[in-house]
C-alpha cells in the first residue's frame, strides 16, 4: 500500500516505514502527526484511489522524529564594474517523519 500525499507545497510517495523529510511542522520529537491533502492512494489489490483533488476520508499517519536543519546554501549577488557584492548563508528548517500507517475509506 502506497498514497501521494502533499505537504510544505511538495508531493511525497510514501509506504508504511518510510522515514521521510519534509517542511518544518509544528510538534516535538515522539509527537503523531496526521497528514489529510492525499491525491492518491494504491491499496494491496493495486487498485488507484484518485483524489479531484484530495481523496476523502484519507490519512497518512505519521511520527515525528526529528526537528532538524538543512545544510547551508550560499546566496551571492554580483553586479560587475560597480564594486557591489553580498552573500548570504541560508540553512532551511525540515522536520524528518517516519510513516506509520495509511488509513483509506
Not at 64 to 91: C, D, T, W
Request: hydrophobic share 35%; net charge positive; aromatic share 8%.
Amino acid at each position: 500500500m502506497y498514497a501521494v500525499m502533499e505537504t510544505g507545497g511538495k508531493q511525497y510517495r510514501v509506504e508504511p516505514g518510510q522515514v521521510l523529510v519534509v517542511e518544518k511542522l509544528p510538534g516535538d520529537p515522539g509527537d503523531e502527526v496526521a497528514f489529510g491533502n492525499l491525491l492518491m492512494v494504491v491499496g494491496d489489490e493495486g487498485e488507484p484511489k484518485i483524489g479531484t483533488p484530495y481523496v476523502p476520508g484519507a490519512k497518512v499517519y505519521g511520527t515525528l522524529m526529528a526537528q532538524e536543519r538543512g545544510k547551508k546554501i550560499l546566496v551571492f549577488k554580483y553586479k560587475a564594474k560597480s564594486n557591489y557584492r553580498r552573500r548570504q548563508g541560508h540553512r532551511q528548517f525540515h522536520t524528518r517523519v517516519r510513516i506509520e500507517r495509511i488509513e483509506a475509506e
